[in-house]
């Protein structure tokens, strides 16, 4: 059951690529497509980081374990949309015209902390299988809490790049503290309660 | 020159298909300029500038008293009143004037100008205004010779304007330009746009149009405008100083802190064209340059 509920939900995590290859199809991106294809897969990478921090809290709070089954998955779909996200602004965005990049990466925070979030996110990506967590033992934890890392990169990327912090930039900086602050206080009780 | 109301101008379906049937002949803009300039003095026109599309133009919006978002401007302003609508023209001038923005357009011949416009984001667009120096308004005001400044004050209206709610900017809107740039023949009071009258997204019932300068220099549904000595400070200045200067000149060699601005993307252009690089003084430097000849423009951004 739990199995085909899985592929199910993989499915919905399409759904962002999606609505993306209708729009090109129906030719209805707007007056700035490249931008949208940017922003659009952006902010779902964010979004995807914050269901990813949302599972060890909801498993918490409802006491069911049920959800750290769909924790991996949705973590990789963070790396998957951060990539195409990568590859709209790199390709579609500056034509590989690596001089710009270059310069954008060194000289300017919000490109620079969000290249950094995504290189941060390539080992998590790299160490996600089952061989993984049993080759790295206690250090697979140590190494997966980057995430916590990337999610204050991304929120800080996308308050950087925007004119102002209303609303959007402002709302998921405030959910991803939410969401880490949550932790704080679960760690706390895990010292207390064993 | 011949006087243009509204009713005269081209409707812009027929504008657009006149061009692409003149594309298609295989005549350059410029051949069509020669028809056109009619409507045109030495300022209007720029030649090989194909218009943004309408569409485009009146949904694409920052205009952040009616929210954050490109469509709030179209989505919330519908209902927006622009009459009656009074603007005064106060301050260091000899005249003082209260007029009302249906007295301006009648006293004034608005007349079609093809500009680029350039917003600070790095996008553009080519939007066909109506309009009229704005020197031609302050000259009625007679500035006195301690005008060394003109602050423009936007509208203030929060039961109208949602975003005005928030503290998104200083409200109302305030921007500035210095005397001489005011009184500079590219710099347009609209009134209109594409032969019609203003939208309401865009800034109706009067608005400024200063091409050289990123689009936020621009202020939109203006009651005020107020000479003065010393240099106004604007809501994006005090917003975040070290980013948006007073001049705020198109300028592909000065960065925002935050983006490059070598570089622009133009609106309506599809999903596989380039961007293209950005000129100074958005390709408004033959006329506008000596305004700031000696003067370091990465000092005074």
Known sequence: MIKYFKAFIFFLCLWPLGIIISNIYYNDLGPEPVKKIMNHFGEWTLIFICLTLSMSPLKRITNLSFWIKFRRMLGLFVFFYATIHLLTYVGLDYRFDWEPIINDVLKKKYIFIGFSAWLLLIPLAATSSQKMIRILRHNWKNLHRLIYAIAIFGSLHYIWLSKTIFFKPLIYTAIIVVLLALRIKIKKRDINYG | MKKISFSEITPEKIYLKRRDFIKKLGLSTSSLMIGQNFLNNAYASTNNLEPTEYRYISTY?????????????????????????????????????????????????????????????????????????????????????????????????????????????????????????????????????????????????????????????????????????????????????????????????????????????????????????????????????????????????
Request: a positive charge; proline letters at 7%.
């Open chain 2, 61 to 301: 919006n920052n205009y952040y008293e009616f929210g954050t978002r490109k469509s709030d401007p179209v989505e919330k302003s519908q209902n927006f009143k622009t009459e009656p609508w009074n603007i005064k023209i106060d301050g260091e001038v000899e005249n003082k004037i209260n007029i009302s923005a249906l007295e301006i357009n009648n006293m004034f011949e608005s007349e079609e100008r093809i500009y680029r416009l350039r917003c600070v984001e790095g996008w553009s667009m080519v939007i066909p205004w109506m309009g009229f120096s704005l020197s031609k308004l302050l000259e009625k005001a007679k500035p006195n010779n301690k005008a060394k400044f003109v602050e423009f004050i936007s509208v203030y209206d929060p039961a109208q304007m949602p975003g005005q709610k928030y503290p998104i900017l200083q409200w109302p809107y305030r921007e500035g330009l210095r005397i001489d740039e005011a009184m500079h023949p590219l710099t347009t009071l609209v009134t209109g746009l594409y032969g019609k009258k203003l939208p309401n997204q865009n800034g109706a019932p009067l608005r400024l149009i200063v091409p050289w300068k990123y689009g936020f220099k621009s202020a939109k549904a203006i009651v005020n405008i107020k000479l003065v000595e010393k240099m106004p400070t604007s809501s994006w200045m005090r917003s975040s100083p070290r980013e948006y200067g007073f001049y705020s000149n198109v300028n592909p060699n000065v960065d925002h802190p935050r983006w490059s601005q070598a570089s622009e993307r133009v609106i309506g252009s599809g999903i596989l064209s380039e961007r293209i690089p950005t000129q100074m003084f958005n390709g408004y430097g033959d006329e506008v340059a000596d305004l700031y000849s000696g003067m370091d423009l990465k000092k005074y951004f």
